[in-house]
Antibody, heavy 123, light 111 residues
Framework: EVQLVQSGAEVKKPGESLKISCKGSGYSFTSYWIGWVRQMPGKGLEWMGIIYPGDSDTRYSPSFQGQVTISADKSISTAYLQWSSLKASDTAMYYC????????????????WGQGTLVTVSS | QSALTQPASVSGSPGQSITISCTGTSSDVGSYNLVSWYQQHPGKAPKLMIYEVSKRPSGVSNRFSGSKSGNTASLTISGLQAEDEADYYCCSYAGSSTPHVFGTGTKVTVL
């Protein structure tokens, strides 16, 4: 069974750093792109970026380039999203999602999602 | 890359059909048959309902269908049921440097 399990909720202060995780299981982690999606309170989904764990090829939305870092450790089938200095406006639910594949070729939709990690940034 | 435009809300009575539009540009929706749709119930993760404009993943009801014309994609829910009440988001491929862009989201209410 394919599963993406995300790390637990975080409460941080502005200026602090944070790294949240997304552990994949039930499939070949290195063969599928993993994306990150932000959902601010009461708002819609925003695509942040995506990584291919096989070679760490990473793409960012222009809105998030330079604001976050996406990485992966294929030895433990885990992708990460990190901030070096959090702001109150980073308060949101963050989802990881696996991009689909068809006969070994990557597809442009997200077929499995993690349960989400709620990040709260408040002084 | 701007978000794709969806109506904020759509409603219908049980058994009726409703259609949600998703308008992009010639750089995203108009150029690729790579639109997907996601259903999100309150407090839950999104769920893939339609991919590549009109394909349904295994397990998704055939009451859900997708189509596209020009720069606008559409999701139709036929035989509306109470469990269909949720938020719906479209998403399109938008090129290799920024491969994904989501829609603004539509709240579906079953009257």
């Amino acid at each position: 069974e394919v599963q993406l399990v995300q790390s637990g909720a975080e409460v941080k202060k502005p200026g602090e750093s944070l790294k949240i995780s997304c552990k994949g299981s039930g499939y070949s982690f290195t063969s599928y792109w993993i994306g990150w999606v932000r959902q601010m309170p009461g708002k819609g989904l925003e695509w942040m970026g995506i990584i291919y764990p096989g070679d760490s090829d990473t793409r960012y939305s222009p809105s998030f380039q330079g604001q976050v870092t996406i990485s992966a450790d294929k030895s433990i089938s885990t992708a990460y999203l990190q901030w070096s200095s959090l702001k109150a406006s980073d308060t949101a639910m963050y989802y990881c999602a696996r991009r689909g594949q068809y006969y070994g070729e990557s597809r442009y939709y997200f077929d499995y999602w993690g349960q989400g990690t709620l990040v709260t940034v408040s002084s | 890359q701007s978000a794709l435009t969806q109506p904020a809300s759509v409603s219908g009575s049980p058994g009726q059909s409703i259609t949600i539009s998703c308008t992009g540009t010639s750089s995203d929706v108009g150029s690729y048959n790579l639109v997907s749709w996601y259903q999100q119930h309150p407090g839950k993760a999104p769920k893939l309902m339609i991919y590549e404009v009109s394909k349904r993943p295994s397990g998704v009801s055939n009451r859900f269908s997708g189509s596209k014309s020009g720069n606008t994609a559409s999701l139709t829910i036929s035989g509306l049921q109470a469990e269909d009440e949720a938020d719906y988001y479209c998403c399109s491929y938008a090129g290799s440097s920024t491969p994904h862009v989501f829609g603004t989201g539509t709240k579906v209410t079953v009257l």
